[in-house]
């Protein structure tokens, strides 16, 4: 894996309101303020019409070859197609989406 500086790193506005979820729900003041520090140093992506536009076509694509993924994994796997992007995951939901490209860091090649 070659290095990477915050700059090479974006997240989708999904995924934020998913960690700020999990930081609120577990009541943990320091999980809270290692998360937006963590949100303070890499760019948020933005929900927007292209990200729609996919989101409406991959998910008839899903529901035709039978596949299912959770609520907002259906709006962050689009959103990465949508802007080009690779996802970085060990959640395997993401590899039924064959227009996705996926890493998974936790595990070493």
């Known amino acids: ?3 990477l500086t915050p700059g090479d790193v974006c997240i989708s506005s999904i995924t934020e309101a998913e ?3 999990g930081a ?3 009541k943990s003041s320091r999980l809270k303020e290692t ?3 963590f949100l303070n140093t ?3 992506c933005d929900w927007d019409s292209e ?3 996919t ?3 991959l998910r008839a694509a899903m529901e035709k070859r039978g596949k299912v993924m959770g609520d907002l994994d259906q709006l962050i796997a689009p959103h990465a197609i949508s802007r080009r992007t690779t996802i970085v995951t060990n959640d395997r939901a993401f590899r ?4 996705l490209t996926v890493e998974d860091w936790t595990t070493t090649s």
Request: a negative charge; glycine letters at 4%; hydrophobic letters at 45%.
């Open 1 to 3: 894996m070659t290095c």
């Open 19 to 21: 960690l700020l979820y």
């Open 24 to 26: 609120d729900k577990k």
């Open 35 to 37: 998360i937006q520090e």
């Open 42 to 44: 890499i760019t948020i």
């Open 51 to 53: 990200a729609a536009a």
């Open 55 to 57: 989101y409406g076509e």
């Open 96 to 99: 039924m989406v064959q227009e």
